[in-house]
DNA sequence: TCACTTAATCGTATATTTGCGATATAAGAT
DNA sequence: ATCTTATATCGCAAATATACGATTAAGTGA
């Protein structure tokens, strides 16, 4: 691969795909949903409900957390994590735009 | 990583995370973006758009392909690529029904 | 037929992702 | 102080993804 050409696109182009990226796997949007369900924080129930070693639930949390897509803080000896709404909106929001750039020639579908 | 967990998860948590990783690229973002502008069908003009090798492109464009996104009609020596509207579509509404479910706890953040 | 053009595929190198067990860390309980 | 519980991190292995040059395949035109 040598050199990396993702730096070449646009910012937006680059975050939207980091997003993306972050949604990639189906243990990740579970976590989400779970997340989303239970409302509060939750920490190692989400070990019990996926089929995944705690090690790797505790990777993917933080892959999560770092494309700023949940929050997590400290509870006494557990973390506790919840869905980071503002930047989980903004991601909705841009998300939508792309479709809807991408939409403005409507269907005329050529081939 | 011996075995692959991915199966594990729901067909929908697999769909959706199947076409995040489509567009979890700046590169395959920017040939949709390019493919909707010109509305036409288009080929190698991507590759002199796209700040990569023709052989990477055509990668790119195999994996969007794979995923549904596009259609790519043979057109004597050249290919024409265009948006799988309708696939599009499902995706569209797939990722906000995602969204809207996600959001059914309305931000009742916890931390 | 023989070049030329266009695009797909092959082979290869490297980077990243996924997954797990083992180990560390840190707070609470005894 | 020590044990227990909950998480994070480390180290490793295997799988995938990214990128490119070289080659192949297939259509066009001279």
């Given at each position: 691969?040598a050199?990396?050409?993702k730096?070449e696109?646009?910012?937006?182009e680059?975050d939207?795909?980091?997003?993306a990226?972050?949604?990639?796997h189906?243990?990740?949007i579970?976590?989400l ?11 190692g129930e989400?070990?019990d409900i996926?089929?995944l070693a705690?090690?790797?639930?505790s990777?993917h ?8 897509l949940?929050?997590g803080?400290?509870d006494?000896?557990?973390t ?9 909106e903004?991601?909705?929001?841009e998300?939508?735009?792309?479709f ?12």
């Amino acid at each position: 691969m040598a050199i990396h050409k993702k730096e070449e696109f646009s910012q937006k182009e680059q975050d939207l795909a980091e997003f993306a990226k972050a949604i990639a796997h189906p243990a990740r949007i579970a976590i989400l949903k779970v997340l989303a369900q239970r409302n509060e924080c939750i920490c190692g129930e989400i070990v019990d409900i996926l089929p995944l070693a705690q090690s790797t639930v505790s990777q993917h949390l933080k892959e999560l957390k770092n494309a700023g897509l949940i929050k997590g803080t400290i509870d006494g000896p557990r973390t506790c994590y919840c869905i980071n709404w503002k930047a989980f909106e903004k991601f909705n929001t841009e998300f939508n735009l792309l479709f809807d750039t991408l939409k403005v020639k409507n269907e005329k579908a050529c081939c």
